[in-house]
């Protein structure tokens, strides 16, 4: 086991309780909290269900296990190696009660690590799903990357309480497996993630391209720029933990006997895991202070626009300055038979252009640049992008529900 010392573990747990007073707030200024109700949402079914309750499950899940495993070494203390030295006791040498517990601990942390694991998988698969839509857009529930998701979800909660349950005899080594299992998939994941990233900025100029709405725009680039910063820190929340793991299996341990390198890894790992996780909230549940403060832009005039140049706007001729100059409708002299008959109006694009018993034109054609307009060939983005709000909140794509 990680000769890492309470202190150590009172940082995961720390860490662990603020992420879950912010989890609360956010989710409290987000929308009072209507998110996590069973129905919420614009795809309220078992797949967002699932993404939802897996991650509000795993953080309390987390605080348990660095809670727990803290007293537990609270109470256990330390054991003197050599005149200069002491360590934590090893947990071989633990109360046997003290080590049921433990065990207890190492599945409660194995369950939380495979339920954040899955809102991982499906990130990764949702941004591989939307980077290689083509002009057909597929259905993310009978998409490759969608069962991708859903064998990964099986693995995860079905291999990480197996190898918990499958190390339990040695309860010396039973945490390497689990950091090295866990580890590893963590830093596989991340590796797949960073393709994304490299691929996202192309995929944003042609979202933009495609005439989407800024706001959208705005969203997925907010989303790039947090990424990067978040695939750091999730770096920094597996690799040391990897580094604990294999030197934890090997027949010698210099990583995991000095209490200075057990403990600034494990440190390490928890500062990634929260930040980590703070920017997966923020990208889960984006927040829009706009809309929470209820500020509504001012809508535009829609009055017509004079075709007066400035000048002749602000120079009236002498005919418009004098009142008894001014003309009107009534005043000008009405056409003859003979000239009604022998003109005709012109094409207005066959709009409704008078009124019952007048010549006077009610809707002016649009003007032929704005026509162009419906010449332009349908947008190929998939509706995911044009009302993207975040991974997890998908439109509903049901024949009745096709935004």
């Known amino acids: 086991m990680s000769n890492g ?9 720390i860490l662990a309780s603020l992420f879950l007073a912010f989890l609360l707030y956010h989710l409290w200024n987000y929308d009072r909290l209507q998110s996590i109700r069973w129905n919420a949402g614009r795809q309220p079914g078992a797949f967002r269900r699932l993404m939802i309750y897996s991650y509000m499950v795993s953080t309390p899940l987390f605080m348990v296990f660095g809670i727990g495993i803290t007293t537990l070494k609270f109470k256990e203390g330390i054991v003197v190696v050599s005149e200069n030295e002491v360590l934590p006791k090893p947990a071989d040498l633990w109360s046997k009660g003290h080590q049921h517990t433990l065990l207890s601990l190492f599945f409660v942390f194995s369950v939380a690590w495979a339920l954040e694991q899955i809102s991982h998988f499906e990130e990764l698969a949702f941004w591989f799903f939307l980077i290689d839509q083509g002009p057909e857009k597929r259905d993310w529930f009978t998409s490759w990357e969608y069962r991708f998701w859903s064998l990964s979800c099986v693995a995860t909660i079905i291999g990480m309480p197996l190898t918990t349950l499958v190390a339990r005899h040695d ?9 090295l299992v866990g580890a590893l998939t963590s830093t596989a994941t991340n590796v797949l993630f960073i393709s994304v990233l490299v691929r996202f900025p192309t995929f944003l100029r042609h979202v933009k391209a495609e005439g989407a709405d800024p706001v959208v725009v705005v969203r997925l680039a ?9 695939i750091v820190f999730r770096f920094l929340a597996a690799i040391p933990l ?3 793991a294999i030197d934890g299996i090997r027949s010698s341990h210099p990583i995991n006997d000095s209490l200075f390198w057990s403990d600034t890894l494990l440190m ?15 990208i889960f549940f984006p927040r829009s202070l706009t809309r929470e403060s209820g500020y509504l832009p ?5 009055h017509p626009q004079t075709d007066l140049t400035p000048e002749f706007a602000q120079s009236p001729t002498p005919m418009q300055a004098h009142p008894m100059h001014r003309t009107s409708l009534c005043d000008s002299p009405k056409p003859s038979l003979h000239d009604r008959a022998s003109s005709s109006p012109p094409p207005l ?4 252009y008078t009124r019952s018993g007048s010549d006077i034109p009610v809707e002016l054609a649009r ?29 509903d794509m049901s024949p009745n529900g096709m935004p």
């Open 298 to 302: 001012r809508l535009a005039s829609t």
């Open 268 to 282: 390490v790992s928890a500062i990634g895991q929260f930040i980590s996780s703070l920017i997966t909230v923020m």
């Open 367 to 395: 003007p032929p640049a704005l026509n162009r307009r419906s010449t332009l060939p349908e947008p190929i983005l998939h509706p995911f992008v044009t009302s993207y709000m975040s991974p997890i909140d998908l439109v």
């Open 222 to 230: 907010t989303f790039y720029e947090l990424n990067l910063v978040r």
């Open 171 to 179: 309860i010396v080594t039973i945490d390497a497996w689990i950091f």
């Open 5 to 13: 010392s309470w202190t150590a573990f009172l940082s995961w747990a």
């Open 349 to 352: 694009s066959g709009h409704a």
């Open 242 to 244: 990897l580094v604990l």
